[in-house]
């Protein structure tokens, strides 16, 4: 069996089949790199003979797919903290049987670790974050899965395994049958056969679905589900703690829940936007000047809808209007007396104009990350193709500064928008950015205030250290990343994926330089841990080839650092 090209050969035809020494790695040593790829340890790969003819994770009649190390970790890379494998169980002469193996430390061996399940499903995703493990026959005890760590728990009944995503800090929830995760070891479900859904504009539902639609909060700092309440659409908008509600009825009628009482208050009117935030004082959405007591007309008006009802108008005229995450800040042109960009303060609904900002004209886009925006006056889209300037805005200083400029383009949008095409960053990765037509260039923008340029087609994975930002390059292939720094510095990164391998998640390492992926075969919805599984260690800069670290398992869980 041959390697890959640019990857080792898995098994050196000439190599003495005695336990061997783990050498230095192309991935952190210059001299490696010119020589080639050093050779994996014989010992480890005598392990994978069995397992050659696995395909796509699945393993073959009296095959077994053993997990194995086949390369230390290098040293300088820094990897806090234990780390949790789910892979087949040695020995075990069923097929399919998957266990949770730890070591003490990322990077030690799977021999030296200890089988901490031995038949279990977990929810699989960023294994940052906190995740949910069902015991199954053999090994009945359920668990919560954090920090490189299990811990005993008891899950609900009913529930079937497969994805976790991030809520807040500490706190995850799984696909399907929803189940609310906490670092401390607590699961809960909202509800019997609960599902739940991220709000457009924030926040986490959950629904259980059957007769009337009914949609409960969750409290995103202890995981807290709140009552389910009747509404007539399905949330657009959720409070941090879960209590309240924002919905918007086809006749653009707003509807707020109080999901402690049950309290549905309608407030008087229409015309109300799907755009919204929750804030401390209330709902701030943007109502239409038709509906507004206080327009004048020309724009509409971003409002404070109270949970009693009551409406009072905030800002306005206004025509493009953005909100900050988090319910801060918001982002408006004000169209009179003349137009001009402010940031208005939620709070206190203080409007401060932007300085250094051009007068916006008809049509500008805006993204926003943290507390800082993206901003890019923008030609008419019946013209040409021209240059335009990309602008980033400090939202706390309310002062502007030109960061790009996209050599043509006729209009841009949200990356956000790209979901449905799997442009979009991750929400959990903290990152946003405006992509442009006709080329399909991408401006991403970090939490942090980091800008940088994407190529066509790119979509922004995760911001990096030393004000960076890494890409996935056009095409899915995953074999290429992309790490681009703010003054537009690239370094092209190697993954060793093959063209039947998907490459996430990807997880810088604590010392900045390198990063840690996950490589999946792409066959199957949910394939079982295999020989296409491995986990591999590149550098940032560029250098050097990847290094597999694990194959035959799958990274579930490790320190967030």
Request: contains cysteine.
């Amino acid at each position: 069996m041959r390697g890959r090209p640019g990857m080792p050969s898995p098994l050196p035809p000439t190599a003495p089949r005695t336990a061997a020494p783990e050498v230095p790695h192309p991935a952190t040593s210059g001299e490696a790199a010119r020589r080639g790829w050093a050779r994996i340890p014989v010992a480890a790969l005598a392990l994978l003979v069995g397992v050659v003819s696995a395909v796509g994770g699945c393993a073959g009649a009296g095959s077994e797919a053993v997990a194995v190390r086949v390369n230390a970790l290098p040293s300088g890379v820094r990897v806090p903290g234990p780390a949790v494998f789910l892979a087949r169980v040695p020995g075990e002469e069923r097929s399919g049987v998957l266990g949770l193996v730890r070591v003490g430390a990322f990077g030690d061996p799977l021999t030296e670790g200890a089988w901490v399940r031995k038949h279990a499903e977990v929810a699989l995703g960023d294994p940052r974050i906190p995740t949910a493990v069902r015991g199954l026959a053999d090994d009945p005890r359920d668990g919560v899965l954090a920090g490189g760590n299990v811990l005993d728990a008891t899950l609900p009944d009913h529930v079937f395994l497969t994805r976790v995503r991030p809520a807040g800090e500490g706190l995850s929830w799984t696909s399907g049958r929803c189940v609310l995760v906490r670092r401390d070891g607590r699961a809960v479900s909202p509800a019997p056969e609960a599902t739940c859904e991220e709000a457009a504009n924030g926040g986490l539902y959950w629904t259980a679905g059957g007769g009337r639609p009914a949609y409960g909060g969750v409290d995103l700092v202890n995981g807290t589900a709140s009552p389910a309440v009747e509404l007539p659409a399905s949330p657009s908008a959720v409070s941090p703690d879960g209590r309240y509600l924002a919905a918007v009825t086809r006749d653009r009628g707003l509807v707020i829940a109080d999901a402690r009482t049950g309290r549905l208050v309608r407030p008087s009117g229409s015309g109300f936007g799907s755009e919204g935030v929750f804030t401390s004082r209330g709902y701030v959405t943007v109502r239409d000047a038709a509906a507004s007591s206080s327009s004048s007309g020309g724009g509409g008006e971003v409002s404070l809808v109270t949970p009693s009802g009551k409406v009072t108008d905030l800002l306005g005229p206004v025509g493009k209007v953005s909100f900050a995450p988090g319910g801060r800040r918001v982002v408006a042109v004000v169209t009179r007396p003349a137009a001009r960009l402010v940031v208005a303060d939620l709070d206190t609904g203080t409007a401060t104009p932007v300085r250094g900002f051009p007068a916006p004209g008809p049509d500008l886009a805006l993204a926003l990350a943290g507390d800082f925006a993206l901003a890019v006056p923008l030609p008419s889209a019946l013209g040409d193709p021209r240059p335009v300037q990309v602008w980033r805005i400090d939202l706390g200083r309310a002062r502007a500064e030109r960061v790009a400029t996209v050599p043509a383009a006729t209009r841009a949008r949200p990356v956000e928008e790209d979901r449905d095409r799997a442009g979009a960053p991750d929400p959990a990765s903290g990152l946003t950015g405006l992509r442009f037509s006709p080329q399909g260039e991408v401006v991403a923008l970090t939490a942090g205030g980091v800008t940088a340029l994407g190529p066509a087609g790119a979509r922004p994975l995760l911001p990096l250290p030393e004000r960076r930002v890494l890409f996935a390059p056009d095409g899915g292939r995953g074999d290429t990343l992309l790490a681009v720094a703010e003054s537009g510095a690239r370094a092209r990164v190697a993954t060793g994926a093959a063209e039947d391998q998907s490459a996430a998640p990807v997880m810088p390492t604590s010392d900045g330089g390198h990063l840690i992926v996950a490589l999946r075969p792409r066959s199957g919805a949910y394939p079982d841990p295999g020989p296409r599984d491995e986990v591999v260690l590149t550098r940032l800069d560029g250098t050097g080839s990847p290094l597999p670290l694990y194959r035959g398992a799958i990274l579930a869980g490790v320190s967030p650092g």
